[in-house]
Nanobody, 118 residues
């Protein structure tokens, strides 16, 4: 089994910053992509591959930065210049291979609330 534990959500004023973290643990041989999604529809916010390639939703480009520490199986989302419309539950996803030669499977975190308000 693989567990994803998120942290870093909270309440911040418009224009402020937050940094989300997501650590993967358990039966992990390798992790392909890791990413952040938000809301029930699981809108893609940002994604990063194991080689460091990134992709962002247009609404967050220039404000959010995704990064990862492969040694720690952890992905981060630095969120700057936050807006009220960024308010959402943010979910972490990892595409994990549990053993050599096995397939890749998606795992999700439990979600962390981000609220942007005065």
């Amino acid at each position: 089994q693989v567990q994803l534990v998120e942290s870093g959500g909270g309440l911040v004023q418009p224009g402020g910053s937050l940094r989300l973290s997501c650590a993967a643990s358990g039966s992990i041989f390798s992790i392909n992509a890791m990413g952040w999604y938000r809301q029930k529809e699981r809108e893609l916010v940002a994604i990063i591959t194991d080689s460091g390639l990134t992709n962002y939703a247009d609404s967050v480009k220039g404000r959010f930065t995704i990064s990862r520490d492969n040694a720690k199986n952890t992905v981060y989302l630095q969120m700057n210049s936050l807006k009220p419309e960024d308010t959402a539950v943010y979910y972490c996803k990892a595409v994990v291979r549990a053993q050599y030669g096995g397939g890749y499977y998606n795992y999700w975190g439990q979600g962390t609330q981000v609220t942007i308000s005065l």
